[in-house]
């Protein structure tokens, strides 16, 4: 299985910026999309963004557009997230996910750096 290994969580007040970053571990021809997502304690996992693989074709959640850019490095296995303008309601575990083709869900997962935003 391939590993996802994110990178870049932290801490930061409310209007700075931070950058994930997700390896993963081999190349794989049946990769479709990477994923963000995350988690605030006592909520529910919630969709931030996700790239088609081949395509680069990118899709935000209203909560987070104009703010957030998702981006892939098709050569390096890795996909970015690059995050502006950040509010206290950003703070949560930010996880990485894998979609492959053919399937209807993310499948794969990284283990989500911690994101805190103070106001």
């Known amino acids: 299985q391939v590993r996802l290994v994110e990178s870049g969580g932290g801490s930061v007040q409310a209007g700075g910026s931070l950058r994930l970053s997700c390896a993963a571990s081999e190349r794989t021809f049946s990769r479709y999309e990477m994923g963000w997502f995350r988690q605030a304690p006592g909520k529910e996992r919630e969709f931030v963004a996700a790239i088609t693989w081949i395509s680069g074709s990118t899709n935000y959640a209203d909560s987070v557009k104009g703010r957030f850019t998702i981006s892939r490095a098709r050569a390096k296995n890795t996909v970015s997230l690059q995050m502006n303008s950040l509010k206290p309601e950003d703070s949560a575990v930010y996880y990485c996910?894998?979609?492959?083709?053919?399937?209807?869900?993310?499948?794969?997962w990284g283990q989500g750096p911690q994101v805190t935003v103070s106001s």
């Open positions: 996910a894998e979609r492959r083709a053919g399937s209807l869900s993310y499948d794969n």
